[in-house]
């Protein structure tokens, strides 16, 4: 993600954060660019541990409040899997979860239909 698109992300969260009477700190624009960087959905233990690469003071509580932020600001969105919640911004690529086939690789979209290796396999 280039820089300009970060800096946007960046000034429209610190200006969100200003409406409800919080302050722009470091930890939370560390947990905002983290996330920003990813490119499917991530658990907040996930990225506890990216940003905690970063900046070992990231504490894990500062993560799961800044994503509940990030998500009220309209940045990011929560995601069901299972038990897990997992954390999408608004700029990630895959909109949907995808199957691989474990036999030739190929990706299979839950809602398109049945890849030909996967129907053989189901026939015996």
Same mark, same amino acid.
């Given at each position: ?26 930890? @939370? /624009? &560390?947990? $905002?660019? %983290? ?6 959905? #991530?658990? +907040? ?19 799961? @409040? /800044? &994503?509940? $932020?990030? %998500? ?6 929560? #995601?069901? +899997? ?35 290796? +996967? ?6």
């Amino acid at each position: 993600m280039s820089d300009e698109i970060l800096s946007t992300k960046d000034q429209a969260f610190r200006s969100y954060l200003r409406t409800v009477g919080m302050k722009p700190t470091g930890e @939370r /624009t &560390l947990v $905002l660019r %983290v996330l920003l960087k990813t490119i499917k959905p #991530i658990s +907040v233990l996930d990225l506890h541990y990216l940003a905690k690469a970063e900046d070992v003071k990231v504490s894990y509580h500062c993560v799961v @409040r /800044t &994503l509940k $932020l990030i %998500v009220t600001s309209g940045l990011a969105t929560e #995601i069901r +899997v299972g038990a897990i919640t997992q954390y999408k911004h608004e700029l990630a690529q895959c909109s949907h979860e995808r199957l691989i086939c474990k036999d030739c690789g190929a990706t299979i979209s839950q809602e398109g239909g049945q890849h030909d290796h +996967v129907e053989e396999v189901r026939k015996e």
